[in-house]
């Protein structure tokens, strides 16, 4: 094969669905496919005749649309543009390029035969992203029990490492690559890792962009290293892939890497994983596909739950679809928008913020923007939060109910402006001021510049261990929710009409143990937002015991899973989750369990209110 056209079929060949295909069909494949040329403005179309056309994008960019201007994607270099070979292509479907792009283009009909017999090539051709979407979610079987909690990364590197050095071509590591079967290798100098390199970085990095295969392998590798403790479990692994967007984890063994694993690795153990999901909404051009999205989320959680999962991976898992579907909104709206006019950053409090999301929970967020911002720049955030807030309600996240929401303009300001904010909180606690402390202390960056934050947390964590005013408002306000226990330790059950003769496992058992460990995080300066990290941090200070934070993590445990059981059963029943649970459907074990909980926040509440005078204020 003359070499131009080895390069495209090593291009193609990493690019999924291709990289299914035997080499045999690949070669087959690559003297098939026309070369295109589209420049910036031109209309990327089908072939003579209108034949319909797959493109795969070697460089450059393409815009989907739909009608007059109506965006509905947008695709860059390793994507397929699969939209004519869909049977169900719209009539005002077009494409037009927003670069100068080098296509790789081949008729539908021409491929079909070529790869025909392979059935998951096939589907990938013929139908919508929209379709593929829906059918990638339903692929999620649920079971009744996981290896993934039991088996440990340290447990599948049994490859050898395959290392590399810094000033070592790209063409030299491709080629150890292939001959050690690897889809990555370690970057090594003087005996120290300094880098990854991945099958991607080759094509994203070099291949897409034209750099030359003699180039040194530091100038593509990927610097910043994320890594897994051989003791984790493959769980852990999936939570980190899930967060960090990422395919491959190196895994260190006593401060030595001793091998990688990888999506592929794990899917091998356990055949779902929210991984995908993630990924699948990432390249979502659609409103429509991220709702189609969305409705799996009761699904993860089931399947979670069943795998034997907690709270921290429950809230882990479902927090990343979380903050993809909200990041990728954020980026239809920007391309949509244009490019912000200032930097930002578009912040999630509550549970969101402290990574404890279960299903469908209603939103609170909110943007920092830069003090730089300039009299009529405020329009492009109004249309941003506006465009966000509503696609998240598509979503199931529904508007905030108090309105704390970026799309109202008091949660939509200058870092100076919310700096103030919370300066009179603090400063001047007021039962407004206390309500608003109880979302807006718990912040994580979504998106956006994750400096404007940190100044501000910063000067927070400096305030709030000083102010024993403001503490003892934050616990008398906290003491709001206590724990359902009448007489002789009876359970107090709801009565509003809707809920009747149930526990609230969410306000009355939760939300005070939420509150407390916020409390303790403020009074010692801590930077943590989770509740088991803000307990775990404070455990041994002056304001929390070891013991107390043993019991007060032994009851936020034992709460969550009964609430994660009770939602569980739900979604399996074609039900709506919430956190209403009858106490018939507890065992006579888990009945005194559960009291014994809330007896503990019952002790730690009565100390958080005594060593702040809350009586007195």
């Known amino acids: 094969m003359e070499i131009e056209l080895q390069e495209i079929r090593d291009f193609i060949a990493a690019i999924p669905p291709f990289d299914r295909l035997p080499e045999q069909v690949l070669n087959a494949l690559t003297p098939a496919l026309s070369i295109q040329y589209v420049r910036r403005g031109g209309d990327v179309s089908g072939g003579p005749d209108n034949t319909s056309m797959l ?36 009539p ?54 996981s290896t993934l909690l039991h088996t440990y990364a340290g447990d599948i590197c049994r490859t050898p490492l395959i290392t590399a050095a810094p000033e070592d071509s790209i063409r030299q590591c491709a080629r150890l690559m292939s001959e050690k079967g690897v889809s990555s290798l370690i970057i090594l100098e003087n005996g120290e890792p300094v880098g990854l390199l991945t099958d991607r970085d080759i094509r994203k990095r070099c291949v897409a962009r034209g750099l030359s295969v003699d180039t040194p392998v530091r100038e593509i590798m990927t610097r910043h290293i994320i890594s897994l403790n051989a003791s984790d479990s493959l769980f852990d692994a999936l939570l980190v892939m899930t967060r960090q967007q990422v395919h491959h984890l190196p895994v260190v063994d006593d401060d ?63 927090t990343a679809v979380t903050g993809a579907i909200t990041r990728r909104l954020i980026e239809m709206a920007e391309e949509r928008l244009g490019s912000p006019p200032v930097p930002y ?37 109004e249309e941003l939060a506006r465009f966000v807030n509503d696609g998240l309600n598509d979503c199931g996240f529904v508007y905030c109910p108090g309105d704390v929401m970026a799309s109202n303009p008091k949660w939509r300001q200058t ?9 009179q909180w603090i400063d001047e606690p007021e039962p407004m001021a206390l309500m608003l402390s109880s979302i807006f202390f718990d912040l994580r960056v979504i998106h956006g510049k994750e400096k404007l934050l940190k100044k501000i947390r910063r000067n927070i964590l400096h305030k709030t261990p000083d102010n024993q005013l403001f503490l003892a408002h934050m616990t008398r306000n906290a003491l709001s929710h206590r724990p359902p226990l009448g007489f002789f330790r009876d359970f107090v059950l709801v009565h509003d009409g809707q809920h009747d003769d149930t526990l609230d496992l969410k306000h009355s058992g939760l939300v ?54 009770h939602q569980a059963a739900q979604i399996e029943a074609g039900k709506s989750p919430d956190n209403f649970m009858s106490p018939k459907q507890l065992s006579k074990l888990e009945r005194e369990h559960l009291k014994d909980a809330f007896k503990v926040v019952q002790t730690m509440q009565a100390t958080l209110e005594m060593r702040y005078q809350t009586g007195r204020i």
């Open 512 to 565: 005070p143990i939420i509150d407390m460990a916020r409390i303790y995080a403020l009074a010692e300066g801590l930077k943590e937002i989770s509740t088991e990290d803000r307990l775990r941090a404070a455990a041994g200070t002056p304001s929390l015991s070891m013991g107390g934070s043993a019991n007060l993590l032994d009851a936020f445990e034992f709460i969550s899973n009964l609430r994660l059981e």
């Open 415 to 423: 870092a100076s402006v919310w700096q103030g904010y919370f300066d």
């Open 345 to 381: 950053a578009w912040i999630a409090a509550g549970s969101q913020a402290r990574r404890e999301q279960t299903s469908h929970s209603d939103q609170d967020n909110g943007i920092i923007i830069s003090d730089k911002l300039q009299p009529g720049d405020e329009g492009w955030f």
């Open 55 to 90: 493109h795969i994008l070697r460089q450059g960019a393409v815009a989907m649309y739909s009608g007059e201007d109506n965006l509905i994607g947008m695709l860059g270099e390793g994507d397929i543009c699969t939209s004519f070979c869909a049977a169900d292509v719209m």
């Open 92 to 145: 005002d479907f077009y494409v037009k390029a927003t670069e100068d792009t080098l296509l790789y283009s081949i008729p539908c009909e021409e491929l079909s035969r070529l790869v025909n017999g392979d059935e998951s090539v096939l589907h990938f051709i013929r139908h919508s992203a929209a379709q593929r979407l829906k059918q990638a979610v339903a692929r999620m079987q649920e079971q009744s029990s």
């Open 256 to 318: 030595r890497i001793t091998g990688i694993i990888t999506t592929t690795d794990i899917m091998r153990e356990e055949g779902v994983s929210a991984v995908h999901l993630t990924s699948t909404i990432r390249k979502a051009e659609s409103l429509e596909q991220l709702v189609e999205a969305s409705l799996m989320i009761p699904r993860i959680q089931l399947q979670l739950v069943k795998m034997g999962a907690d709270l921290h991976h429950v809230g882990y898992a479902i």
